[in-house]
């Protein structure tokens, strides 16, 4: 499997479309999944171009990780989380529907499920106000 550079988050990254952002460093960026499975859900993806786990390089997934383990601390302070629960999904039999490599990071309360993926689009102003707390807390 080759790398699509039209995929979304490769979009994205290249600021043909807009995200809600909410870390940036030379190798990764985070922002918001617009359609979150959990108050806080956020995508860490690498700059590099990579379609998952099976083709990106170790360097570049220690990267991500090291963004995600950054991410879930602050989103358990930002959205007083009781647990943090991180995905990451390769190919579409293991479940991935973005071709793009990323790591979710989902805040979770307790007793509280995941919604089923992508079946609920949030607004624009929820996604700001969440962007802007994620954003607090890791500048905190
Ligand atoms: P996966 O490939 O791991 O199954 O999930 C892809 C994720 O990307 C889903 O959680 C979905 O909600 C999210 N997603 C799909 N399109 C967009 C988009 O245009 N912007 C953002 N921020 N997230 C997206």
Redesign the pocket.
């Known amino acids: 499997m080759t790398y699509d550079t039209n995929n979304?988050?490769a979009?994205?990254l290249r600021g043909e479309?807009p995200?809600?952002k909410v870390y940036e460093d030379d190798h990764t960026l985070a922002?918001?999944?617009?359609?979150?499975?959990s108050p806080g859900?956020a995508?860490v993806i690498p700059k590099a171009p990579a379609r998952n786990i099976l083709d990106i390089s170790a360097d570049d997934f220690a990267h991500v990780a090291r963004t995600a383990h950054k991410i879930a601390g602050a989103a358990k302070r930002a959205f007083n989380a009781d647990g943090i629960t991180v995905?990451?999904?390769n190919e579409q039999a293991g479940?991935?529907?973005?071709?793009h490599l990323?790591m979710?990071v989902m805040p979770r309360s307790a007793g509280v499920a995941l919604l089923p993926?992508?079946s609920n689009k949030e607004s624009p102003k929820v996604l700001e106000d969440n962007a802007t707390r994620l954003i607090a807390a890791l500048s905190g």
């Open positions: 979304i988050f979009k994205i479309i995200c809600y922002f918001l999944d617009i359609m979150p499975r859900h995508l995905q990451q999904f479940g991935q529907a973005v071709f990323h979710h993926p992508m």
